[in-house]
């Protein structure tokens, strides 16, 4: 966001979470470019968010969404050799439940490991649908809370084991053209 220094995990993933809020609604408006309202919207979730008079959704509307897109893989679409993937790996941390659990074919399961899932994007040059990211920020912030990291400084949390890595929090968001709302572009 714009002069707006971020400085904790909170503010982190607040900027994050209103940058997807701006993109979220460019791709359902089907515009080409950002405009003014789109800023505007961004803005206002940002101080909301930021001074407790708005909250972050639950993933009740996420939960929703999943059961909507049906069985495919929510990183590429395939329909083959489906298996659960969970968004915040076990292994670190992240919670063996259904909110930390999508699709994802045999050959994304694989490549993705146990790796960060937006590292593991960055890594392949592409995208997520907005929708993943979505849920991915929702676990971040309801793991942040529950363990008292919010709070913190950014800098803070390069040595800890965590199933995510702050700094691959998406601050910019490619054009609208580029994004997809999910991998079937269910709304």
């Not at 050959?107 to 849920?135: A, T």
């Amino acid at each position: 966001m714009k002069s707006i220094e971020i400085d904790t995990v909170r503010e982190k993933i607040y900027c994050s979470y209103s940058n997807l809020a701006m993109a979220h609604s460019a791709v359902t408006k089907q515009q080409e470019k950002y405009d003014k309202l789109n800023y505007m919207i961004r803005a206002k979730l940002y101080k909301g968010l930021t001074i407790g008079t708005i909250n972050m959704r639950t993933i009740f509307d996420d939960e929703k969404i999943k059961l909507e897109t049906g069985q495919v893989c929510n990183y590429c679409g395939s329909h083959e050799q489906l298996s659960l993937d969970h968004i915040l790996p076990q292994k670190y941390g992240g919670k063996d439940d259904a909110e930390n659990l999508i699709y994802a074919c045999k050959k994304c399961n694989s490549s993705k490991g146990k790796k960060d899932l937006m590292e593991w994007m960055q890594d392949k040059n592409d995208f997520l649908p907005l929708m993943i990211i979505r849920r991915y920020l929702k676990l971040i912030y309801n793991y942040c809370d529950n363990h008292n990291l919010l709070d913190l400084k950014i800098n803070e949390l390069k040595d800890m084991n965590l199933p995510f890595n702050i700094n691959c929090l998406p601050m910019k968001f490619p054009e609208p053209q580029k994004l997809k709302l999910t991998i079937c572009n269910v709304n």
